[in-house]
């Protein structure tokens, strides 16, 4: 199962990638990654008023962006596999009828991660849990370089893991 989170990283990626190959041509475009990184409720009022001005010129980079955001709409509205399966094959058609590259490739993946995306719709599961646990046992063993064994590794990792409260025990 592929959810939301790592496919709008990926879209995110992909548009990022198209204002860098604009930006060397266009010099309104530097400087303006996180601009475009955002939603439209992240931005203050000068950086949206900023970012439709962009749009208005036709930039590339703004059309990405507009499917970045659509890709959101698909994960934010669809209510079962069917629709959601129905939206991603629009946006696919779309995504690779542009000049856009990056967007085309990011659309190849989709196509390429069909059914393990489509899957979190059946489910609304996601990883982020055991993402997160992941984050903090590498975090202990970058500062457990001191530890002789696996035993003490484990025992940290139960230690922090578990939020026992230390508190309570006594020697």
């Given at each position: 199962m592929?959810d939301?989170?790592?496919v ?17 041509r ?21 950086q ?33 596999r ?11 058609s ?31 599961c ?46």
């Amino acid at each position: 199962m592929i959810d939301k989170f790592h496919v709008i990283k990926h879209a995110n990626e992909a548009v990022d990638k198209v204002r860098k190959t604009q930006a060397g041509r266009n010099p309104l475009l530097r400087r303006t990654e996180y601009l475009w990184l955002r939603n439209e409720e992240g931005p203050t009022g000068l950086q949206l008023e900023t970012r439709h001005d962009l749009q208005e010129q036709r930039v590339r980079t703004g059309r990405a962006c507009r499917m970045r955001e659509t890709l959101q709409d698909i994960h934010a509205t669809s209510t079962s596999r069917m629709r959601a399966g129905a939206g991603f094959r629009t946006w696919c058609s779309w995504v690779m009828h542009s000049r856009l590259e990056p967007m085309k490739t990011l659309a190849r993946r989709i196509r390429r991660h069909w059914r393990d995306i489509l899957t979190y719709f059946d489910h609304r599961c996601t990883n982020a849990i055991l993402e997160g646990l992941n984050g903090i046992i590498q975090h202990i063993k970058t500062r457990a370089r001191g530890l002789r064994n696996m035993d003490h590794f484990s025992t940290m990792i139960h230690l922090t893991c578990g939020k026992l409260d230390l508190a309570t025990v006594t020697i």
